[in-house]
């Protein structure tokens, strides 16, 4: 079983930044592919993150804006998020899959994911 533990969401004006965390423990595989997805409708994702080349593939509508990062020694990975405005309020999830990569469609990007966080709400004031 693995764990996916969010943290970082919240209330910001527009214009401003936020940064989401995720620790990710138990029983963990180097094959694992990570993304961060909001809930939209049908969650989507705004930032896959590619193993094979250690590139992240960004959502149309982020890109320039939202950068994935992570901290291999803490088991946790990170959605930097700049220039917020209030199309981007939502809940975001961490998300695991066993490294089949995402799928663009649409100006976002897809995985079958195994694991899910429980979701942080991030809110948007204009």
């Known amino acids: 079983q693995v764990q996916l533990v969010e943290s970082g969401g919240g209330l910001v004006q527009a214009g401003g930044s936020l940064r989401l965390s995720c620790v990710v423990s138990g029983r963990t595989s180097r094959h694992f592919q990570m993304a961060w997805f909001r809930q939209a409708p049908g969650k989507k994702g705004v930032a896959c993150f590619r193993?094979?080349?250690?590139?992240?593939d960004y959502a149309d509508s982020v890109k320039g804006r939202f950068t994935f990062s992570s901290d291999n020694a803490k088991n946790t990975v990170y959605l930097q998020m700049s220039d917020l405005n209030s199309e981007d309020t939502d809940v975001y999830y961490c998300?695991?899959?066993?490294?089949?990569?995402?799928?663009?469609?649409?100006?976002?990007?897809?995985?079958?994911?195994?694991?899910w966080g429980q979701g942080a709400q991030v809110t948007v004031s204009s």
């Open positions: 193993r094979s080349d250690g590139f992240t």
């Open positions: 998300a695991v899959n066993r490294g089949q990569g995402c799928v663009y469609f649409g100006g976002y990007y897809y995985f079958d994911a195994i694991y």
